[in-house]
């Protein structure tokens, strides 16, 4: 999941314990609103599908409450890996509202439960203060797109046995 753009060479993964980068094969569907591209990655040099060599997250959309632990993880401002946890989410309708610290460069970022469970993906920062929406002063709101919302989203592009076939080929477990 990264930013939105339609063509395929700026898509990729680096999978570092390989030593390979595997390159975008197709760009299944990107959403301009909520900063997201679904890709289908190209075969590895070794024949094997990048989901039978990494263990892909799972997404879920099991409701969070507001007790509920989040993480956010990524490579944000490009000084490695970020993870930010924080009890307390805000259902804003297609988006989380979360009180993990994000900076610049999280877009793409998974917000996970406290299973590992992917909720949404990060794409924005609210400048104003989080305790507008029942979170911590001081900090800004972040935005994560619910995987529902993501779901339908490319549900309206993509045929479900399009979607499924997508996911699974990447050994992408998920609710459809």
Known sequence: V???SNQCNKFGIDLNHVKEFVPCKEVLHCSNIHDFCLIKLDTMKNGKEVGEEVKPLKFTSERPTKETNTIIIGNALGMGIHA???TGIKDLGKNWGHYNRAFSGNSGSPLLNEKGEVLGIHYARSTSDASNYGGPAGRGLGLAVKTETMMSEIGKILSKEEMENA???ANIPCDL
């Open 167 to 169: 996911l699974h080929s």
């Open 84 to 86: 930010a946890t924080y």
């Open 2 to 4: 990264l930013a939105s």
